[in-house]
């Protein structure tokens, strides 16, 4: 039994009974062009994971096939560095303006190979496994040294380039934007667990050490975590303190002599920690309240640290892990930066944190949005294309006014990232960034909820055509509450705009 899709010839015969519609749907197919049926229900990772092993040939001549070995072809030339020049699939919506032939003020050269080059990685390694990683719950530990190799991983931590710690050459003049492009490519493959596997242990993890630690734990652990070697993570939130930081209670105190700190206490919801190898950790050296906090580098392999998987909704391969600290036994050594300082680091790595965040949540939506697009152009109701039917061309429409808004307001803010110092950005981009993870999550929600109601039933099985989709609807709670909630960022923009007019008026 053989059919064709997209101009391809495949032997079932011997898949016919794994089929999961059941044996005589797949066999009334037999000997025909079964394109139009397969797209109705399944998703392109399907030929991608069976396909190899059951093509036996091409249709000679079919479009299908032309227009993908025009594309392999394609691929061979030089790419274009001029960032005007048409990009990818060219959907309206489906890819930041920039792609598609508009205008824009912040990319460069360097911006336009970076993102051939990213892309390349992320359809060869990333986009194929994701749904495997997704359902096993963990991403291969060879992925991060395939991306230190090919000079990708170290971009993770954003902009400066660690020149010192990594082989690779990072890219020319490298900036925020870059970073951008990193996370805006990944997160095509639709998975916040894959996304928060590369990103949510070490970019928030290993900057603290990287901006505030000695020379010596520089050395100890920034190049065996830039080249995929050790995985680090960052553990602040605890059972009973997540956005309050200031009452944290994992306590770590001096021994005697001087030379150690002992360590007590539990973290919870801590992304990375099942797999990582350091942890970036938030311990009480001091009184109560945010000046008696510090930040001590503790190593999985010591004594008295235990740790498990949490069973969450979503974003499985992230690794959300609960910690125990047991009478820990840490050098001095660890401590990073000045003892009492941990509150100024924690504050001061939450903007980079929640740009990534915002960063990824952006282009889920946008997936939401081209999923949408994409499905509602070929299934049919009624007699008529989905498309057709004005209730969907609205709910695309308003995805794509909220996507739209939203990246462009990114763009804004990741621009201050580039021209502003470190100082000066901190003080002026808390509020805004807050808004923003905000107000990125709710559009993120909404994205989800509408690409869910297109699809209908297919966005509620896991597996088939509508797999983005379920597991996206699934991780939008991952996004709105980690980082900082909606409702903690809000009234924390409302509370620094406050203090900013208080001080402007009293000028007056």
Known sequence: CWIIVAGKV??????LDEHPGGKKVLAREGGKDATKKFNLFHGANVLEQFGPDLQIGVVAGSAAVVAEQARKHGSDKPVSEDALTEYGELLPYCDPTWYQGFHSPYYTKSHVRWRAKVRAFVDKEIVPNADKWDTSGEMPREVYKKMAR????????????????????????????HELILIDEIARCGSGGVLWAIFAGLSIGLPPIMKFGSEYLQRKVARDCLEGDKIICLAITEPWAGSDVANLRTTAKKTPDGRHFIVNGAKKWITNGIFADYFTVAVRTGGPGHRGLSMLLVESSMKGVSTRRMKCMGVWPSGTTYITFEDVKVPVENLIGPEGAGFKQIMSNFNHERLGLIMQANRLSRECLAESFKYAMKRETFGKRLIEHQVIRYKIAEMARQVEGTHHWLEHITHQFNMMDKDTAMVKLGGPVALLKAHSTKVFEYCAREAAQIFGGASYVRGGVGAKIERMYREVRAYAIPGGSEEILIDFAARFAQKQAQKQLSKL
Not at 10 to 15: A, G, H, L
Not at 152 to 174: H, M, R
């Open 10 to 15: 495949y032997d079932v015969t011997k898949f």
């Open 150 to 177: 090919e000079g990708i991983l170290a971009a993770v931590c954003g902009p400066p380039w660690p020149s010192n710690y990594v082989t690779a050459e990072g890219p020319d003049k490298f900036d925020s934007f």
